[in-house]
């Protein structure tokens, strides 16, 4: 008897895919927060993100893990990867209701090229001529948007800030999941959050109106969605090959932006992005040629 077998894909062409979906949902939560923080504080919206993502993940944890919603190995690590994107997410927000989200995004993606680093020197990943140049072009693209001597702008400042914690999100992440259900990981993450940003959310209370539940709901949502996928793509790729893809939330950013805001990005802007998306596009080209 014949058999046939069809070509399953790599796990980490299962990665990239996953990762690649989760960074194109993202813009669509940072445009929702910047629409609310016209009349919430981010420390708020922040709050709220978790609390909705909770409500949506905890049901469904109960059901495929009874009692046991929670992680058992690794708590450490886990801890430690929620502080790191709670701190990444509030200062994104903080930074977003300041500036464009295309100014704010790009700024941002200082982030996947600290990872790349962090990946060398924690996660003990290779780090190739290839990825040195990647970073040489990424740290260009980030200079340009600072544009070091001239004044600064308080939210790009906030926006690298957030670049920088979410680097360490990024390595926290690969060595928290490696071994964890996401779906378990997605409820620490959630219940931990809110429970770390409730003080800032009590200090900066302001009650929803009915008519913009709707979007807190949306905020929980994609946000909960986004992360599981992101959470799974980790367990199935190296740190270092999923880094460029965040890239892709640029070109989201600038859409959502233009759509909804009508921000157009200054001439600063597109060149540091280009660069940013230039030292991306190196990485994931040396994905697909093999090791440089």
Known sequence: ?????????????????????????????????????????????????????????????????????????????????????????????????????????????????????????????????RKILSLGLGFAGALVILRPGGAIEPGLLLAFGAGLAFAFYMIATRRAAQDSDPVQTLVFQCTVGALLLTPQAIASWSTPVPADLVFFVGLGVISAASHILSITAFRLADASTLAPLVYLELVGAAAIGYLAFREVPGPATLIGAVLIMAAGLILIQRRSRGPA
């Not at 894909?9 to 996953?18: C, D, E, H, Q, V």
């Not at 690649?20 to 929702?32: K, Q």
């Not at 450490?76 to 929620?82: D, M, P, S």
């Open 1 to 129: 008897m014949e058999t046939t077998s069809i070509a399953r894909p790599s796990r980490a062409t299962t990665g990239i895919a996953l990762m690649t979906v989760a960074m194109l949902a993202i813009p669509a939560v940072d445009g929702l927060a910047k629409f609310l923080s016209a009349n919430y504080s981010p420390l708020f919206i922040s709050w709220a993100r978790y609390v909705v993502a909770s409500l949506i993940v905890l049901p469904f944890a109960m059901a495929r893990h009874g009692a046991r919603v929670l992680p058992p190995e690794r708590r450490g690590a886990h801890a430690l990867r929620t502080v790191f994107l709670v701190i990444a997410m509030t200062l994104y927000f903080l930074a977003v209701a300041r500036i464009p989200l295309a100014t704010a995004a790009s700024a941002y993606f200082v982030g996947p090229i600290i990872a790349v680093v962090l990946s060398a020197a924690v996660l003990k990943e290779q780090l190739t001529a």
